[in-house]
């Protein structure tokens, strides 16, 4: 038992560093080789997720449309490995929500924003999904799981929890963030001249930051078990 519990650790932890190198790397290489209309490198505080994985106008579309989409499902992978070593009754909850969040990501890299309605529908479920999840990591330590535990992670997991919260709401308020009052995910291009600081995009990439610092630190929570 002791024996099987190691292997699953060892297979989530992998795949949860795979899904980790396929996001970040994605992302990465796409944001060196962004360049918008004026030519101008990409900005995170008036530049949006899916303006990177616009084909015709970022040059490497496909390297973050493919490390969403990839990076995603490895993490999917990481979940349902994860889900086999419950400690808390609560830790099935907490992995079926992030199961959802990162089935809705990979549908983000599935479908870019060129497809625009299916690409904000996705972007909406991940919110969702993201706040959804971080909410019940909160629970799950509130009844004493033990298995993802750290310090790091119940900071990083309160933090993410507020920021996707406050995405989705500051758009419904009457603070003149975006035009027409409309959701955040419905805000992923904006033609120029852009503002300094266009609230759409900073509080994404705020959201998608903490979101990744949380499951990275969830991921080498098994480093040890493996």
Not at 79 to 107: E, K
Not at 180 to 191: C, D, H, I, L, T
């Amino acid at each position: 038992m002791v024996e099987k519990s190691r292997k699953l650790s060892s297979l989530a932890f992998k795949f949860g560093v795979l899904g980790s190198v396929g996001l970040i790397i994605g992302t990465v290489l796409s944001v060196i080789g962004f360049q918008d209309f004026e030519g101008h490198g990409f900005n995170f505080l008036n530049h949006t997720l899916s303006e990177l994985g616009h084909y015709g106008h970022s040059k490497f579309a496909v390297v973050i449309n493919g490390g969403l989409f990839f990076g995603s499902l490895s993490f999917i992978m990481f979940c349902l490995f994860s889900i086999q070593l419950m400690d808390n009754r609560a830790l099935y909850p907490l992995l079926i929500a992030l199961v959802c969040t990162f089935i809705s990501l990979a549908a983000a890299g599935l479908f870019p924003v060129n497809v625009y309605h299916l690409h904000t529908a996705a972007l909406k479920y991940f919110f969702y999904g993201g706040g959804v999840s971080s909410f019940l990591y909160l629970i799950y330590i509130l009844m004493r799981g033990r298995l993802f535990y750290s310090r790091w992670n119940t900071f990083t997991g309160m933090l993410t929890f507020i920021s996707f919260l406050s995405f989705l709401l500051f758009s419904h308020q009457s603070l003149g963030l975006t035009s027409a009052g409309r959701p955040f995910y419905q805000e992923m291009v904006m033609s120029l001249p852009r503002p300094d600081i266009w609230w759409p995009a900073t509080l994404e990439w705020i959201c998608m930051g903490l979101f990744m610092l949380w499951t990275l630190g969830l991921v080498s929570s098994l480093k040890s078990r493996g």
